[in-house]
Nanobody, 120 residues
Framework: QVQLVESGGGLVQAGGSLRLSCAAS????????MGWYRQAPGKQRELVAT??????NYVDSVKGRFTISRDNAKNTVYLQMNSLKPEDTAVYYC???????????????WGQGTQVTVSS
């Protein structure tokens, strides 16, 4: 079994910062990519940022404000969020695309979600 455990959400004023963490544990052979998605009330889940061994990608709305990083030794991904805006309010979900055995196909796993609320 694979588990993704997130932490670091909360309530912050506009202009403030938060740092999210997500640790993957369990039967993991290799991780292709890790990332963060978010879902605001009444909206579809959207990609926020992803990181692989080759690239980092951000949705346009967070470029210059959010930074994603990854600690491969700890199977952990972080999202540093600065200059937060009320429109960043959402439940943030961690995602990992990984293999549970050598030569197997990769699967997507999700964390339980952490609430980020930015007040104006």
């Amino acid at each position: 079994q694979v588990q993704l455990v997130e932490s670091g959400g909360g309530l912050v004023q506009a202009g403030g910062s938060l740092r999210l963490s997500c640790a993957a544990s369990g039967s993991i052979s290799s991780i292709n990519a890790m990332g963060w998605y978010r879902q605001a009330p009444g909206k579809q889940r959207e990609l926020v940022a992803t990181v692989t061994s080759l690239s980092i990608n951000y949705v346009d709305s967070v470029k210059g404000r959010f930074t994603i990083s990854r600690d491969n030794a700890k199977n952990t991904v972080y999202l540093q969020m600065n200059s937060l805006k009320p429109e960043d309010t959402a439940v943030y979900y961690c995602n990992a695309n990984l293999k549970i055995r050598i030569g197997g196909r990769p699967y997507d796993y999700w964390g339980q979600g952490t609430q980020v609320t930015v007040s104006s």
